[in-house]
Every structure is written in structure tokens, then in C-alpha cells.
């Protein structure tokens, strides 16, 4: 027989074989095309650059899909064998995809944990020590801080509220927070 004629005859086998497992979800038809084309999709899949256990699984995703999705078959557009290649070659690049695809940071959902009581004890002694260095301020370099930290103003705020000059507030601001952090250290 002519190669030509065995080829439509065997693609002719294959649509059928579709048009079953399409029309009346033919288990003996799928298991047919399952034989055939599980075998061959794997081997175009580990051509194609894939480790043999991924074409193994990608295989039989392929399958699967061939059976869930067989309603979308139409031989007026292509062949079983390029339909089947062509959800194959999908396959394959949605899994490189997924590969080159970087996993997302991992979220800390929930309560945060109890802070360590070290932790909790010593905040409090570095309030108390910050609460006494600032107590030995002087009074006019204490109330600019005061009102520069506690009260979130700026340089700018501080000298219209008080009448003071721009320059002698920026002077002692910078002068206490020397002496503070020379009491905190």
C-alpha cells in the first residue's frame, strides 16, 4: 500500500477515535489515543529540552486534557495529532513559565509573637534615661525639643510660634540633642 494512503488511513482511525471520545466520552476510544499519542508527546517533550519525570507528568496532563476538553475538538481545523501537539507545546511552555517565575515573598499573616520581656525591660530603662537627660535640659533647649518632637513641628513652625530667630532655634536644637545623645551613650 501506498505510505500516503496509510497515513489518511491511520489519521482517519485517529479522528474517529476523537469524534468518539468527543461525541460519547468513549473510554475504549480515549484508551486507543492514550496508547498512541502518550508515548509520542513525552517524546517530543524530552526533545524539546524536558527532564523525562516532567514529560512523563506533562504527558499525562496533555491526556487529560485531550479527555476534559474533547468537546472543543473540530476536525475541520486540525488533525487530532496537531491538536494533541499543540496542547503538548502549550504544556511545555507554561511549565518553563512556571520555572522561570520567581515564588513570592512569604507573608507573615496573624498576630505578631509577644516581644521578648529583655526587650520590653529595656525599652523601659532607655525611657527612663532618655525622660532623665532630658529633665537636666536647659529650659529653653528642652521646650524647642519638645515642641520639635513631641509636638511634630518644624525649624520653621517653631519660630513663628515662639518669635524667636530661625537660626537660634536650629543652634539649640542641635545643642540639646549633642547633650542628649552624650547622656544616652
Same mark, same amino acid.
Given at each position: 500500500?501506498?505510505?500516503?494512503?496509510?497515513?489518511?488511513?491511520?489519521?482517519?482511525?485517529?479522528? &474517529? =477515535?476523537?469524534?468518539?471520545?468527543?461525541?460519547?466520552? #468513549?473510554? *475504549?476510544?480515549?484508551?486507543?489515543?492514550? !496508547?498512541?499519542? %502518550?508515548?509520542?508527546?513525552?517524546?517530543?517533550?524530552?526533545?524539546?529540552?524536558?527532564?523525562?519525570?516532567?514529560?512523563?507528568?506533562?504527558?499525562?496532563?496533555?491526556?487529560?486534557?485531550?479527555?476534559?476538553?474533547?468537546?472543543?475538538?473540530?476536525?475541520?481545523?486540525?488533525?487530532?495529532?496537531?491538536?494533541?501537539?499543540?496542547?503538548?507545546?502549550?504544556?511545555?511552555?507554561?511549565?518553563?513559565?512556571?520555572?522561570?517565575?520567581?515564588?513570592?515573598? &512569604? =507573608?507573615?499573616?496573624?498576630?505578631?509573637?509577644?516581644? #521578648?520581656? *529583655?526587650?520590653?525591660?529595656?525599652?523601659? !530603662?532607655?525611657? %527612663?534615661?532618655?525622660?532623665?537627660?532630658?529633665?537636666?535640659?536647659?529650659?529653653?533647649?528642652?521646650?524647642?525639643?519638645?515642641?520639635?518632637?513631641?509636638?511634630?513641628?518644624?525649624?520653621?513652625?517653631?519660630?513663628?510660634?515662639?518669635?524667636?530667630?530661625?537660626?537660634?532655634?536650629?543652634?539649640?536644637?542641635?545643642?540639646?540633642?549633642?547633650?542628649?545623645?552624650?547622656?544616652?551613650?
Amino acid at each position: 500500500m501506498d505510505k500516503n494512503v496509510i497515513e489518511t488511513v491511520t489519521e482517519t482511525d485517529f479522528t &474517529a =477515535l476523537m469524534l468518539a471520545v468527543r461525541d460519547r466520552q #468513549d473510554k *475504549a476510544a480515549f484508551a486507543a489515543l492514550f !496508547q498512541h499519542f %502518550a508515548p509520542r508527546v513525552k517524546g517530543f517533550l524530552m526533545k524539546s529540552g524536558t527532564d523525562a519525570a516532567l514529560a512523563e507528568d506533562c504527558a499525562q496532563d496533555v491526556m487529560t486534557v485531550l479527555w476534559n476538553k474533547a468537546a472543543l475538538f473540530d476536525p475541520a481545523r486540525a488533525s487530532v495529532a496537531t491538536w494533541v501537539f499543540t496542547i503538548a507545546r502549550n504544556r511545555r511552555i507554561d511549565v518553563a513559565r512556571k520555572a522561570r517565575r520567581p515564588e513570592p515573598e &512569604a =507573608l507573615d499573616w496573624g498576630p505578631d509573637s509577644e516581644p #521578648d520581656q *529583655a526587650d520590653i525591660y529595656e525599652a523601659g !530603662q532607655e525611657t %527612663a534615661r532618655l525622660v532623665a537627660a532630658m529633665a537636666d535640659l536647659p529650659d529653653k533647649q528642652r521646650v524647642l525639643i519638645q515642641r520639635a518632637f513631641y509636638g511634630d513641628l518644624s525649624h520653621s513652625e517653631i519660630a513663628a510660634e515662639t518669635g524667636l530667630p530661625l537660626g537660634t532655634i536650629k543652634s539649640r536644637i542641635r545643642l540639646a540633642l549633642d547633650r542628649l545623645r552624650q547622656s544616652m551613650s
